[in-house]
């Protein structure tokens, strides 16, 4: 019995949200009374795989070689299911991000276990689990009891909290799979990492948006000096995606990104329904924009009414001296 | 060459989406469906590779019989023919749907299955990568940049992942679930629209739809946001902002 926490690791490094993972483990496995096990894959993880334990880690699974150093969604649902035999898991917890959501369909296949996707919170309820998911991009939710174990599922970014001071027991034990390498069909050939280690929209704490009012793709240095003044990332609403000014892995909405910022700046969007949906949970959202019927006022905790070209290079000014940079 | 492109009819993205009576799914009432618009760009990806290598395009569908309209609109842009299955359930789960998805690929022998990255109403993201588990396919998320070569029986996929993009090779038959940016849906013509109505359109019943291992307890809204706030207009509510945003957010 257990409960185990998949730690991504991705590029030379452990994604944030992979803290938050084994700290949900650990609060999940202590309800079952039972142990929270990591399961670390990848190449050279091995030294770094005991920080784990602090986040609550009682098992440490670690699966370190060469053939490893890529993700490979086969084989690394191979190595989690032999981890879920190994231990007798009754709950796999892994990220929902594109790694996350491409290796727990496969496991759960495996399994033949439920697979419930993108939750951001949980209960145990007893004899069963009960958790939380938005749908529609967010515009309702859904409670999904699971039924059947073992279960998989998959945690929102920056839903749970990564607790450093959950002290589990952080036994490491290595993780070994038998895989058939002549029936991996799947190589990667090339890992870019975008231009100074952007961090992803959804990891971000601070975004900075534009939509249609930013009127062309150069306009957009003004956000990125607001964004990098404040340790955020710039995002943008469909419409601005759609004119291809900006790439479409800074969407944020319903065919987007959903985030969850603590603070969302929203310049020159005036609010669409699925853009709203994208970034409805963010914790505070500041609006600035022309029209002061735009909708995207409704959700603004502080909006501006106002020229964004004016607004937001006085606000980056203000706050440069404000932090002293 | 044969291509699989699997669809689903969901609502609109402009849709207001309300509870309905049961407390557990939606009020469908008044709200217009569309191809799931990763799905239809699939589709599109779809009809770019028989353009270039000649070929069938055959769209697959799990859904209610009203999904006929989602797959003619598919069948208008291009596609050659479809399989529907209907449901004969309204309560559905990933591993079902690939279940019952599965035989029907598998009949079909396609060269290559796309997919959409995700239905944009449950947001699950499962369907793809499940069926590559049962069908023993290789499978590439989130592609945002796909060449396929039939002859090799290769294709290389870029895909976005946080913070990068990874180069993937694979071996086909494989599944590629389509992610914005790799193509831009076409709109159906005139003629297509109207060629569309003679293309077959094979319903089906599944060949068994799994008991489901989860279950929708209920359906809510999100917690309400305070009401929208406007604290001035133009470059004077500047200082009045950096003030919220230190003395009560808390954030600088």
């Known amino acids: 019995m257990a409960v185990i926490g998949y730690v991504e690791w991705r590029g030379g490094e452990f994604r944030k949200s992979a803290y938050e993972v084994v700290s949900q483990a650990k609060r999940l496995a202590k309800e079952l009374g039972t142990d929270a096990v990591a399961v670390v894959i990848g190449k050279g993880v091995r030294e770094k795989a005991g920080e784990f334990a602090a986040y609550g880690a009682d098992g440490i699974l670690v699966a370190d070689s060469e053939q490893f150093e890529h993700f490979i969604p086969d084989v690394y649902a191979r190595l989690l299911e032999q981890a879920v035999n190994q231990t007798g898991a009754r709950f796999v917890l892994l990220a929902h991000t594109t790694l996350g959501r491409d290796v727990a369909p496969r496991l759960a296949a495996r399994l033949a276990a439920p697979d419930v996707s993108d939750i951001i919170s949980m209960n145990w309820q007893g004899d069963h689990l009960e958790v939380l998911r938005p749908v529609y991009a967010g515009k309702v939710r859904v409670t999904v009891a699971i039924g059947k174990e073992p279960a998989v599922v998959t945690l929102r970014p920056k839903m749970f909290e990564a607790d450093d001071t959950l002290g589990g027991a952080g036994n490491v034990e290595d993780l070994k799979a038998e895989i058939d390498w002549d029936k991996v069909l799947y190589k990667v050939t090339e890992l870019k990492k975008s231009a100074a280690g952007k961090m992803d929209l959804t990891e971000a704490d601070i975004i900075v948006s534009g939509g249609r009012g930013m009127k062309g793709p150069e306009n957009f240095k003004i956000l990125e000096e607001l964004a990098e003044l404040l340790g955020g990332v710039v995002g943008a609403s469909r419409a601005a995606v759609d004119a291809g000014w900006r790439p479409h892995s800074d969407q944020v909405g319903q065919t987007g990104k959903t985030v969850s910022p603590t603070l969302y700046i929203a310049c020159g969007i005036s609010g669409a329904i699925q853009h709203l949906a994208g970034m409805s949970s963010s914790k505070y959202i500041v609006a600035i924009n022309k029209d002061p019927e735009a909708p995207i006022f409704q959700v603004a905790n502080y909006g501006i009414v106002g020229d964004l070209f004016e607004v937001v290079p006085a606000l980056t000014e203000v706050l440069r001296k404000e932090l002293g940079k | ?252």
């Open chain 2, 1 to 252: 060459m044969k291509i699989g492109v699997l669809v689903k009819r969901v609502p609109d993205t402009e849709a207001r989406i309300t509870v309905g009576a049961d407390g557990k799914s939606i009020d469908e009432s008044g709200i217009e469906f569309i191809i799931s618009p990763y799905d239809e760009i699939a589709v599109e990806v779809a009809l770019q590779l028989k353009e270039k290598h000649g070929g069938e395009v055959v769209v697959v569908c799990y859904g209610p019989k009203e999904a006929a309209t989602v797959v003619r609109k598919a069948l208008a842009m291009g596609a050659d023919r479809a399989v529907l299955i209907t449901e004969s359930t309204k309560e559905h789960e990933p591993a079902q749907t690939a279940k019952v998805l599965s035989s029907v690929l598998k009949e079909e022998g396609f060269d290559l299955i796309l997919a959409g990255r995700q239905a944009i109403d449950d947001d699950s993201a499962q369907v793809g990568p499940m069926l590559a588990e049962i069908l023993g396919l290789p499978c590439v998320t989130d592609a945002s940049k796909l060449e396929f070569d039939p002859a090799a029986k290769k294709a290389v996929v870029h895909k976005e992942i946080e913070g990068g993009e990874e180069t993937v090779e694979v071996s086909t038959p494989a599944i590629i679930t389509c992610q914005k940016g790799i193509a831009e849906p076409r709109l159906p013509s005139l003629k297509g629209i109207m060629m569309a109505k003679r293309k077959p359109l094979k319903e089906a019943q599944p060949a068994e739809e799994p008991e489901l291992m989860t279950k929708v307890v209920k359906m809510d809204y999100p917690p309400k946001r305070p009401p929208g706030r406007i604290i001035g207009e133009g470059t004077e509510a500047v200082g009045e902002l950096v003030r919220l945003l230190k003395e009560e957010a808390k954030i600088l």
